[in-house]
């Protein structure tokens, strides 16, 4: 069993920046890979980055690569998200989510945190 939480979201104006923290406990051995997902009101959950135990593999997703950093802790059981240049239309929960492959579907994690609301003004 893993427990995530995640933390680091809020109200933010356009152009600002981010960072998003992602820690896991219980049997965080047992998971490689650590992602984030988001979800707007209306729209699909949908994948934003991952990365694997090391950190240095990594998949984004077309809309948030040059913007968007994952970042996978030494200890491997947390996972930042560095977003910059926030845009109004990033505005979702973000979800922390973990699992054995990199993989760009929810289907594919087993283990989901709670969710962290980004909210971005124009």
């Known amino acids: 069993q893993v427990q995530l939480v995640e933390s680091g979201g809020g109200l933010v104006q356009a152009g600002d920046s981010l960072r998003l923290s992602c820690t896991a406990s219980?049997?965080?051995?047992?998971?490689?890979?650590m992602g984030w997902f988001r979800q707007a009101p209306g729209k699909e959950r949908e994948f934003v980055a991952a990365?694997?135990?090391?950190?240095?593999?990594?998949l984004y997703a077309d809309s948030v690569k040059g913007r968007f950093t994952i970042s996978r802790a030494r200890a491997q059981t947390t996972v930042h998200l560095q977003i910059n240049s926030l845009k109004p239309e990033d505005t979702a929960v973000y979800y922390c989510?973990?699992?054995?492959?990199?993989?760009?579907?929810?289907?594919?994690?087993?283990?989901w945190g709670q969710g962290t609301q980004v909210t971005v003004s124009l």
């Open positions: 989510a973990a699992g054995n492959s990199m993989a760009v579907v929810a289907h594919a994690y087993d283990y």
């Open positions: 990365a694997g135990w090391s950190g240095g593999s990594t």
């Open positions: 219980g049997h965080t051995f047992s998971y490689y890979v």
